[in-house]
């Protein structure tokens, strides 16, 4: 495989701060890596020629890059890039920054950021319990720390500061580590750059540093952006706790110092107890005292409590009044929620009609929220609930589909004599039930058929066509029927079916009183690649096939050598009268066998397609010598590779390896 390019870019951002430069832009450099094995490797190399870049400009704050510096910022970016890698398998967007620290001793700061395209994938270590661990762990089982999971517990030991920051469509985890040795030239503070960080369009900008509040932004052009910024956030997201995750970034500290939100167990009843989904502080060392409170106290609204702001006393997660003679020995708490001086609202989230949880904000040394402040929460809240309510209804659909789907397919494939398979089954929805389908099953008569279909479309209907086409190609192919012979029968059927949906049809018009009827319907054909393998006695298989509509299957040689294994011929379910033929080839140990839907041939970048002149015959004849499984992911990481963005229909292939 070539190597993969480091293409830099050296970006001036105007309007920011150069460390050692207080009037001049901000510098960064930035590179884009495919989600492959290779990325971290690339990442270090990069990082490494971007400070070598850097001090050879003669940047100021270059003069502070130790050794040390460098080796911390390239295992930052190797424990990142693998975790993005592992865990997404996306692009990663790499980012490299010089900061300024500014204040009484000005400091400049080294920030990494790596960003993924799957932000639904929780990041390794940073919920308890969501990663899974290594391949082989059996569920439950925590892996072990001397092998795995260490990547987050390097970074926070080396970073200054880290964290995690949500954006429609993508996850960014960035840190923090401090120059060694620089000092800036005197310059006036500015006072207007402070003000510009509470701007809609700077929303989730990861920050090391606390960002200033002012009440006063909140005027009849500062509220509708934000509401707006959130309003496509939060709709971006199918996942109610990174909807909770998202809100909890949104509402502290713009405009409050704390906050927590519990979400309702969906379909629990009203006596369950909510749960605690997320709670998030402005400082970091306030988080799990706050959590430690809220858990020890839950907060509970009254049953008729309606979307509004309810005032709530503030949760002290620290001995309210302690005693006189404790005070001396007791230390003073961080200053963090628990203060006897504060505010705190409580906001019930709604969706339809229905509860779905409560949030509570909180703000320090206040005697109340602003009116302001609390009405602009209440509108937040509302659209937090349309969120949760969003994300649910996705997550109630991706359930029926996936157990739909798991009816639709089968649980296990057939082994055959010989012959070593391979298969990639990746749907392009979790929401929606995919229209690609395979089986590999025995029939009578020492044979094995084999199937790869891909139905027109997704969704309820592509699955009745699924549930009806899988069985009745192993009812045909267990009769005896020839490999033509059970298409011509599959399309009679499949046009049979078709007929009693339009007489249907036709009879809800003439009830409707003649008027034509809109009920989504659509054609029920598909494109089907059938075919059967005998075990000959010297080695190998004899394998009849025939394809409907299909992509052609290849047949890759030793030698390298690749050709379509079958001719095309017409869709099932479109036209009555077609008579199927078959062809009949032998496949020899160490030939292969591909199979794919068009998932695969029509993947799509810009106007180019993967199998433009050839492609997936080019890919494949780079296979040659390899196992079935090695094969199958050569093609399917080709298929990933082919475009930045995630394929947008069902990827399914199928690799036979005779032995």
Not at 132 to 149: K, S
Request: glycine letters at 10%.
């Amino acid at each position: 495989m070539a190597p993969i390019p480091l293409q830099r870019d050296t970006v001036q951002r105007p309007g920011t701060t150069r460390a050692g430069h207080a009037h001049g832009p901000r510098l960064a450099s930035r590179t884009s890596l495919p989600g492959i094995p290779l990325a971290p490797s690339a990442a270090r190399r990069f990082v490494r020629a971007a400070l070598a870049e850097w001090t050879g400009l003669g940047v100021p704050a270059a003069v502070g890059f130790s050794d040390r510096l460098a080796d911390d910022a390239v295992t930052v970016t190797n424990e990142l890039v693998t975790n993005a890698v592992v865990h997404a398998g996306t692009t990663v967007d790499l980012v490299l920054r010089l900061e300024e620290e500014g204040g009484d001793e000005p400091s400049a700061a080294l920030v990494l950021e790596v960003t993924d395209h799957h932000p639904a994938r929780p990041v390794s270590g940073d919920e308890p319990g969501a990663d899974p661990g290594p391949a082989g762990a059996h569920p439950g089982e925590l892996p072990d720390p001397a092998e795995y999971g260490r990547g987050l517990q390097v970074v926070a030991t080396l970073a200054d500061s880290w964290g995690i920051t949500y954006r429609t469509g993508l996850k960014t985890v960035w840190a923090r580590l401090p120059v060694d040795d620089w000092s800036a030239p005197p310059a006036p503070p500015d006072g207007e750059a402070l003000r510009r960080g509470l701007r809609a369009a700077e929303i989730l900008a990861p920050a090391a540093r606390r960002t200033e509040r002012d009440d006063a932004v909140w005027d009849s052009r500062g509220a509708p952006a934000f509401l707006a910024e959130a309003s496509d956030l939060l709709a971006g997201q199918l996942d109610e706790d990174l909807v909770a995750a998202i809100a909890g970034q949104l509402l502290v500290p713009r405009l409050a110092d704390w906050c927590a939100i519990w979400l309702e167990t969906e379909g629990a009843g009203p006596a369950a107890e909510p749960r605690l989904a997320r709670v998030w502080h402005s400082e970091e060392t306030g988080t799990e005292p706050l959590r430690a409170a809220l858990e020890r106290e839950p907060l509970r609204l009254p049953a008729g409590v309606g979307p509004g702001p309810v005032p709530v006393p503030v949760p002290v997660p620290w001995p309210a009044h302690p005693a006189e003679e404790d005070r001396e020995a007791t230390p003073a708490p961080p200053p963090h929620p628990g203060g006897r001086d504060g505010a705190a609202l409580a906001f019930r989230i709604t969706a339809g009609g229905r509860a779905l949880g409560t949030v509570l904000v909180g703000r320090e040394g206040v005697a109340q929220v602003p009116e302001a402040v609390a009405s602009l929460i209440e509108d937040f809240v509302r659209r937090l609930g349309l969120a949760v309510g969003a994300a649910r209804a996705y997550t109630r659909q991706a359930t029926i589909s996936r157990i739909l789907q798991r009816g639709l397919l089968p649980s296990k494939v057939a082994e055959i004599p010989g012959v070593t398979s391979a298969l990639v089954y990746e749907p392009s929805d979790d929401g929606v039930v995919g229209g690609d389908f395979y089986d590999i099953f025995p029939c009578p008569g020492d044979r094995w058929c084999f199937v790869l279909g891909d139905v027109q479309g997704s969704g309820p209907e592509a699955a009745v066509v699924t549930g009806l086409a899988r069985p009745w190609l192993r009812l045909l192919s267990r009769e005896g029927f020839g490999v033509g012979e059970v298409l011509d029968r599959l399309n009679r059927l499949l046009l049979d079916d078709a007929m009693e949906a339009a007489e249907a049809a036709a009879l809800m018009v003439a009830a409707a009183g003649g008027q034509q009827l809109h009920d989504g319907t659509q054609s029920r054909f598909l494109s089907l690649l059938y075919g059967e393998v005998v075990p000959l006695p010297d080695g190998g298989v004899r394998c009849t096939v025939a394809s409907a509509g299909h992509p052609l299957p290849l047949l890759l040689r030793p030698d390298g050598s690749v050709r379509p294994a079958a001719d095309p011929q017409v869709l099932l379910g479109v036209v009555e009268d077609v008579a199927y033929e078959s062809q009949i080839f032998d496949l020899a140990p160490g030939d292969t066998l591909l199979c794919v839907t068009d998932g695969v041939t029509e993947r799509r970048s810009g106007p180019l397609m993967f199998d433009d002149g050839d492609g997936l015959a080019r890919v494949l004849a780079g296979c040659a010598g390899l196992p079935a499984e090695a094969t199958a992911e050569r093609i399917r990481r080709a298929v990933h590779e082919f475009a930045e963005q995630p394929p947008d229909d069902d990827v399914a292939l199928l690799v036979l390896h005779a032995d």
